[in-house]
């Protein structure tokens, strides 16, 4: 994230704030980190984990770039969040809820080489 | 072996069935000349004439690569009443050399009992003292204005020669491949051709004459 | 096509009745690239895929037409593509794909005298074991191979059968002889000709699993574009034709790809006898030497030899029970080839040492005489 | 366009299939994926009517993520499969997904063959600059003096500019775009798709753990703000001095053009053909 962004005045009037319209699919994220790296008012940051968490959802606007810009389909931008708890995942099932301080890699078929 | 024997014809068994053909085993036609005579068509032509008209076997190869464009090239057609099993040449019966690179180059195998065919003006030195020289070419030239044409004519005599196919046949298949227009033409050549047999060869050397036109 | 009168007698070429043959089974799609001696097929079917409102396309080299011919065949296409030596060199890697994700193509090879561009105008025989192996993997194979004019017709016709009835691909091995040789045949009429089609899916499309077989071990296959979502690849996969890498569905699979064809060989298993019932001594051979064969067995029984011959049409899968039937008894056996022995390897190996089988190898770009055969068994006998 | 709610890209991914899928963790595939997807979806095709296929590589295992018709071939020849499923179906819409290596490399020759002959297909081709699933080696689009597993000294060869080459081969639809710019690039998807001939997206997407790591660019994060930084929307280049040029590049659609495809030719083909026939009938 540019300092220089940040420091962006706002000219825009903000949008109805999204907050709580930004679901993850932990299960599915790599945590890549492009999310949080793009998205234009700094609303997301990751945790301890490097998963990403709706951190100012005042600053969203819901405008889904994140949703593009995730490679992993683990972003959806504009539903309901399911209801993240801290139980075991079940793999592979978008919007499953899963622990923080689980791997996703592990879950991913190993790629072949060609 | 002479072209006679195999071509089973005795002189006797024609009058007395003159429309049936002459049992054949196994007749081995080679024509051969320079790219541009014409003679994979005249080899077409022979081979459907026997095979489609007269109704016997025939098989039909020809030489391939770049000497088809020019250089000594050739058309093998062989005709017999039995299923064509091998479908080279492997004793030749009748070979037409048009030009004198194809009389050197595939005079190889023929033996005492094969015809030789030349071009009278386009081949100086046979291959053998025996063959016979006829001037295709030159009929094509002078009595038919047209040069292209003497690869019909060359035709029109060995199947008076040989009788590898009957002049009708011969006629029928030519028709068939000729384009529109010039059916008279080539209808005349191959008639010239015959003639030209008949009175050139036939009378020349009738030991070797095994069948006349008379009965085609 | 025309109504041309197929039933009627006419001059045609081998490379000329392959094309009319792949009609009659129902082609309709052709990609190709040209080669000598294969081009005859290639612009025969330029001719007549137009007229009759199907696809024809000249491709940049022999690898885009084999591709091209797999893309259609999973479209629906009934496809062919024809090519000599050089150009099935190229092929290789896509009839493998053909062979692991299970596409019925025909592909025909010319064969002339190898390797590389060899002699182009010149027949060989030296692809045999090429069509067997030539791909890299195991994987089983069907080649037959035609020795007149009248079998190219009926050899390409069955080649698309097989293609269609075993989902595989198929290799029409010809060569330069038979190619370019005109024979007179009679075609037979539209419509008495056996098609198969290939079976296409019987459930719906949600319920469709692209490599799941039933009893007979050969999968249904859907047009790709109808409904059937399915995925293909050239990756080892399950029965939804996803990529897979566990031993219980890759042995399954590898399993499947060889059963498919080895519980079929009485039907695969092709060959014509000559004079073999009181024969003391066998020729087998495939191809045009199949005909200098049946020269020597007519030449050779004229001279008082019990010659008999047993002609292979198809190569692979090795004709072995009647290959092993026609050895019994026999005190000799010459294999002529236009190669160094690789249809007298398999001989051999069938025959496991009860009868004498000499190979006859003759590369110099001609063919196999009558006679030379002859005298060669003159100084075995 | 229109967004994309993504419970209906969920839709054309394939449930049946698991996800994540096997590229590493920020590749600029998933983020064409799901591009591609939406395109898809926007564009009001029928599932059944489209067939995605690829050659080997990376990109090679994108088409098994989606819902549609897929074909994962042989090294370099995705578009030879794709001109036989077009031309055996022409009412089909293929699209064929490659990598620069793929696409430009061993199958070079097809692809400016296809561009020439102006078949109506779809072709992606994602330039990451190098071959990533074996290991980083330089590919035809490596940029002179890049590191390369297969030059570990600096690369020596001028690249390929893929886009130019298949203008200059025929394409009648030639863009570019990045994995950064998302919106854009949904943009010349569907630009893309709309479009009747040969169509091609050079599609830039950042290889990290490779292309990256060898010659320090750090992670796909900063390598997608070299993105940001050095594109320039393809009007804005056309007005660009040639020092302003350097060490950069232009997105956009570079060519857009209409001329008779392949199979307006050949449907004429079969006219003259069956005409032919008939006259020889009678």
């Given at each position: 994230m540019s300092a220089k962004s940040k420091a962006k005045p706002e000219t825009k009037p903000l949008k109805e704030p999204a907050q709580g319209k930004v679901s993850f699919f932990p299960a599915w994220c790599k945590r890549c980190g492009n999310c949080v790296a793009f998205c234009p008012r700094q609303a997301l940051a990751q945790d301890e984990w490097g998963h990403p968490f709706l951190k100012s959802p005042e600053r969203c606007t819901a405008c889904g770039l994140c949703e593009m810009l995730c490679p992993d389909f683990a972003i959806s931008v504009g539903e309901a969040a399911p209801a993240v708890a801290d139980t075991c995942p079940a793999p592979g099932k978008p919007g499953s809820p899963v622990s923080p301080n689980h791997s996703p890699e592990r879950l991913a078929p190993i790629p072949t080489e060609e | 072996m002479s072209p006679a024997k195999k071509s089973g014809a005795p002189a006797s068994a024609k009058k007395a069935a003159p429309k049936t053909l002459p049992a054949m085993n196994r007749l081995e036609v080679r024509l051969a000349g320079s790219g541009g005579q014409g003679l994979l068509l005249a080899g077409l032509v022979l081979a459907e004439a026997a095979g489609l008209y007269d109704g016997r076997e025939v098989a039909m190869v020809q030489s391939y690569g770049p000497e088809a464009r020019g250089g000594a090239s050739k058309a093998e057609v062989i005709v017999s009443d039995r299923p064509i099993d091998y479908p080279l040449c492997s004793k030749v019966d009748l070979l037409l050399a048009l030009n004198q690179e194809a009389a050197d180059t595939y005079a190889w195998d023929v033996d005492p009992s094969s015809w030789v065919v030349v071009d009278a003006d386009l081949v100086e030195h046979p291959p053998t003292s025996r063959a016979v020289a006829l001037p295709f070419t030159a009929t094509a030239r002078d009595k038919l204005k047209k040069i292209m044409v003497a690869n019909v004519v060359a035709l029109g005599a060995i199947s008076q020669l040989t009788g590898v196919a009957s002049l009708k046949s011969l006629e029928k298949a030519l028709l068939a491949r000729v384009p529109k227009g010039t059916e008279a033409l080539n209808r005349k050549a191959l008639s010239l051709g015959a003639k030209l047999a008949r009175e050139q060869a036939v009378k020349e050397k009738p030991a070797q004459a095994v069948l006349s036109a008379a009965d085609f | 096509m025309a109504k041309t009168p197929v039933n009627r007698a006419r001059l045609l070429q081998g490379n000329e009745a392959i094309a009319l043959g792949a009609l009659a089974a129902g082609c309709d799609f052709f990609a190709g690239y040209p080669i000598t001696p294969a081009s005859e097929i290639t612009e025969i079917m330029s001719r007549e895929l137009p007229a009759l409102g199907h696809p024809f396309i000249q491709m940049e080299d022999e690898i885009a037409s084999i591709g091209c011919c797999l893309g259609a065949s999973l479209a629906g296409r009934k496809a062919m593509t024809a090519t000599s030596g050089p150009g099935f060199s190229l092929m290789q890697e896509n009839l493998g794909y053909a062979c692991i994700a299970e596409i019925p193509t025909v592909i025909v090879n010319v064969m002339r005298a190898g390797p590389s561009t060899g002699m182009p105008t010149n027949p060989g025989q030296g692809d045999v074991q090429q069509a067997r192996w030539g791909t890299h993997g195991d994987h089983p194979a069907i080649v037959l191979c035609p020795a007149s004019v009248g079998e190219c017709f009926e050899v390409a016709v069955q080649c698309f059968n097989f293609a269609e009835r075993f989902r595989t691909p198929v290799v029409l091995l010809s060569d330069e002889v038979v190619a370019h040789m005109r024979e007179k045949v009679t075609l037979p009429a539209e419509g008495q000709v056996e098609v198969i089609n290939r079976p296409r899916p019987l459930e719906p499309p949600d319920w469709y699993k692209p490599y799941k077989a039933d009893g007979s071990q050969i999968p249904r296959l859907a047009d790709l574009g109808q409904g059937y979502r399915y995925h293909v690849t050239g990756l080892v996969h399950d029965e939804r034709g996803f990529p897979t890498r566990r031993a219980d569905e890759v042995e399954p699979f590898y399993a499947r790809l060889f059963n498919k064809i080895s519980r079929n060989f009485t039907m695969l298993e092709m060959v014509k006898g000559v004079a073999l019932e009181d024969a003391e001594i066998l020729i087998i051979a495939y191809g045009c030497t199949a005909r200098s064969a049946q020269a020597a067995v007519r030449l050779g029984r004229e001279r008082g030899l019990k010659l008999g011959l047993l002609q292979l049409i198809s190569l692979w899968p090795f004709p072995r029970r009647p290959v092993e039937e026609a050895l019994a008894g026999k005190k000799l056996c010459l294999v002529p080839e236009l190669n160094m022995g690789q249809i007298s390897r398999e001989v051999k190996r069938v025959n496991n040492g009860r009868t004498q089988v000499h190979r006859h190898s003759k590369m110099d770009g001609s063919m196999i005489t009558p006679e030379e055969l002859l005298a060669r068994l003159r100084v075995l006998s | 366009m229109p967004p994309v709610h993504r419970s209906v890209v969920y839709e054309w991914l394939r449930h049946d299939k698991k996800f994540p899928h096997v590229w590493c963790p920020g590749c600029g595939l998933g983020v064409l994926l799901g591009s591609l997807v939406r395109t898809l979806v926007n564009s009001g095709l029928d599932k059944n009517r489209v067939v995605l296929v690829s050659g080997i590589g990376c990109s090679g295992r994108l088409p098994v993520y989606v819902d549609v018709g897929s074909v994962h071939t042989t090294h370099g020849r995705a578009l030879t499969f794709a001109t036989g499923i077009k031309l055996a179906n022409p009412d089909l819409t293929v699209i064929t997904v490659m990598g620069d290596g793929d696409a430009t490399a061993i199958g070079g020759n097809h692809l400016i063959h296809a561009a020439r002959r102006?078949?109506?297909?779809?072709?992606?081709?994602?330039?990451?600059?190098?071959?990533?699933?074996?290991?980083?080696?330089?590919?035809?689009?490596?940029?002179?003096?890049?590191?390369?597993?297969?030059?570990?000294?600096?690369?020596?060869?001028?690249?390929?500019?893929?886009?130019?080459?298949?203008?200059?081969?025929?394409?009648?639809?030639?863009?570019?775009?990045?994995?950064?710019?998302?919106?854009?690039?949904?943009?010349?998807?569907?630009?893309?798709?709309?479009?009747?001939?040969?169509?091609?997206?050079?599609?830039?997407?950042?290889?990290?753990?490779?292309?990256?790591?060898?010659?320090?660019?750090?992670?796909?994060?900063?390598?997608?703000?070299?993105?940001?930084?050095?594109?320039?929307?393809?009007?804005?280049?056309?007005?660009?001095?040639?020092?302003?040029?350097?060490?950069?590049?232009?997105?956009?659609?570079?060519?857009?053009?209409?001329?008779?495809?392949?199979?307006d030719h050949y449907a004429e083909v079969c006219q003259r053909a069956a005409r032919l026939r008939e006259e020889a009938k009678s």
């Open positions: - | - | - | 102006n078949l109506d297909l779809n072709a992606i081709i994602v330039n990451n600059l190098n071959y990533g699933m074996t290991g980083g080696q330089y590919s035809p689009t490596t940029p002179m003096g890049a590191k390369a597993t297969t030059a570990r000294y600096g690369h020596i060869e001028p690249s390929f500019d893929i886009s130019a080459l298949s203008a200059t081969a025929g394409a009648a639809f030639v863009a570019r775009s990045t994995v950064y710019h998302v919106t854009q690039l949904d943009k010349m998807l569907s630009l893309m798709l709309q479009k009747r001939g040969f169509s091609l997206v050079e599609v830039l997407s950042p290889c990290h753990t490779n292309f990256g790591r060898q010659n320090k660019l750090g992670s796909q994060v900063d390598m997608m703000k070299t993105y940001k930084r050095d594109a320039v929307r393809q009007e804005r280049w056309e007005k660009m001095s040639q020092e302003e040029r350097e060490g950069r590049f232009s997105i956009g659609v570079l060519v857009d053009r209409d001329h008779p495809t392949y199979l």
